[in-house]
Nanobody, 124 residues
Framework: QVQLVESGGGLVQAGGSLRLSCAAS????????MGWFRQAPGKEREFVSAIDSSGGSTKYADSVKGRFTISRDNAKNTMYLQMNSLKLEDTAVYYC?????????????????WGQGTQVTVSS
């Protein structure tokens, strides 16, 4: 198991940028596929992006493709989500998640470890 802690959320104007970080404990971080999900009030948790264990393969939801970039630094046990050109509809709590099977799934049930979430609020 890994413990995950997100940071970097905050309030930003539409069109602005934020970078989220997900710090993982444990020596097995490099073996996990990782993902970012988000949940807005009254909505289900939705897939944002995923990255394989080496960082060589990535996946994005259509709603964020071209604006968000996922990356990881296995030496630092950290994953990132660079978010540019933020829109009002990006407002949500963002969660990082780890999948020990390395699947890079788009369903929250594919992941077995979760962080506590970080709030991202985009204002007009």
């Amino acid at each position: 198991q890994v413990q995950l802690v997100e940071s970097g959320g905050g309030l930003v104007q539409a069109g602005g940028s934020l970078r989220l970080s997900c710090a993982a404990s444990g020596r097995t971080f490099r073996n996990y596929a990782m993902g970012w999900f988000r949940q807005a009030p009254g909505k289900e948790r939705e897939f944002v992006s995923a990255i394989d264990s080496s960082g060589g393969s990535t996946k994005y939801a259509d709603s964020v493709k071209g604006r968000f970039t996922i990356s990881r630094d296995n030496a630092k046990n950290t994953m990132y989500l660079q978010m540019n050109s933020l829109k009002l509809e990006d407002t949500a709590v963002y969660y990082c998640a780890a999948d020990h099977m390395g699947y890079m799934g788009t369903w929250y049930g594919d992941y077995d470890n979760w962080g506590q979430g970080t709030q991202v609020t985009v204002s007009s």
